[in-house]
């Protein structure tokens, strides 16, 4: 785990990775809770082991070989929508909060067997229990991994290459093999897909394609919405106008449920940020996080105002500077 997970882990609490080793799959088990409003009965997973295998994204996402934690975590009543983790279940509900929980209308923005969904409807449950600004902020960037884990438009074209295509892949990947082999590999994807696209049209016609869509399926995985459509023109001449379209639309449409999650991450981050109560550490780390929000959200001239102000304080950790030159290196010529 580097070092700014760790220091991430001590400030969210999240409890998501194993500290000092990597295990080989993550692991659950069956477990039976009730629901502390209604009493339902409810059959959940209890996460016994996990691992980061796939590194960590530069929004802390830690990204595990096989199923992620995040996807399995949170737990919705699907009699009354109480939502929370395994804990929040474990624990009796006051009679003041079931009343407050009653009056209030908690609203799913879809199905609640979306994992995004069900951290959504913890967001505003936490609401109800007056959760400090930085706690809402780690909870609705937990919306956002969820979102962008769920869902990779460009998957479904991924599996239907060519043999051809799919050689190009294969040989692409004995490439990799001692590309940037010390640096943490989710970042090493990221680098790759774009040094892939720098590639594009020195390629033959006949590999454009598929090194294009390679791309573009690397960023989505990461979260890099905003590379994904600075690269998007590059595939349309590559299918014709109502599949380009389409395409298009479903994209723009899964990015914006995680995009509307970052927002919301970024306001109270900035909050949080601004508040008395949190301590030099989380400050200097909800900072760094704003910053990445904003660059995320394609927000390049703020993005580059809160990294800024992270590379100001003394107590910064070793991590920072290093990653902030290199998210830098992503904004856009001329931003």
């Known amino acids: 785990m ?15 990775v194993l500290i000092g080793q990597a295990v080989l799959a993550t692991s659950v088990k069956r477990v039976t809770v009730n629901c502390p409003i209604c009493g339902r009965e409810i059959e959940a997973e209890e996460l016994v082991s996990t691992n980061n295998l796939g590194g960590q994204d530069t929004d802390f996402l830690t990204r595990a070989g096989g199923q992620n934690p995040i996807m399995i975590i949170a737990i919705t009543c699907p009699q009354c929508l109480y939502s929370g983790y395994l804990g929040d279940f474990r624990e009796p509900a006051s009679e003041e909060f079931k009343a407050k929980f009653a009056a209030a209308k908690l609203r799913p923005l879809d199905s609640i067997e979306k994992p995004w969904v069900r951290h959504d409807l913890i967001a505003q449950v ?12 780690d909870q609705y960037l937990k919306v956002s991994w969820a979102a962008r884990l769920a869902d990779n438009p460009f998957e479904i074209l991924y599996q239907r290459l060519s043999k051809s295509e799919d050689e190009w892949v294969s040989v692409h990947y004995k490439e990799l093999e001692n590309f940037e082999r010390d640096k943490n590999p989710a970042e090493r994807e990221v680098d790759d897909a774009r040094a892939v696209l720098t590639g594009v049209d020195a390629a033959p016609a006949e590999q454009r394609y598929v090194m294009v869509l390679y791309a573009l399926r690397k960023l989505r995985d990461h979260g890099e919405n905003e590379l994904v459509a600075q690269a998007m023109p590059l595939l349309q001449p590559h299918l014709d106008a109502d599949d380009w379209s389409l395409l298009a639309v479903r994209v723009n449409a899964s990015a914006e449920i995680e995009r509307r999650a970052q927002r919301k991450a970024l306001v109270y981050y900035t909050q949080a940020s601004q508040s008395v109560e949190t301590s030099a550490d989380a400050r200097i780390v909800h900072i ?6 904003q660059r995320r959200l394609g927000h390049y001239e703020q993005a580059r105002a809160f990294f800024q102000k992270a590379l100001t304080y003394e107590n910064k950790p070793a991590w920072l500077d290093a990653l902030v030159a290199r998210q830098l290196t992503l904004f856009p010529a001329g931003q």
């Open 288 to 293: 760094y996080l704003c910053g990445e929000l």
């Open 126 to 137: 936490m609401k109800l229990k007056d959760a400090p600004a930085g706690k809402l902020a």
């Open 2 to 16: 580097t070092g700014r997970a760790k220091l991430l882990f001590v400030l969210t609490a999240l409890s998501l």
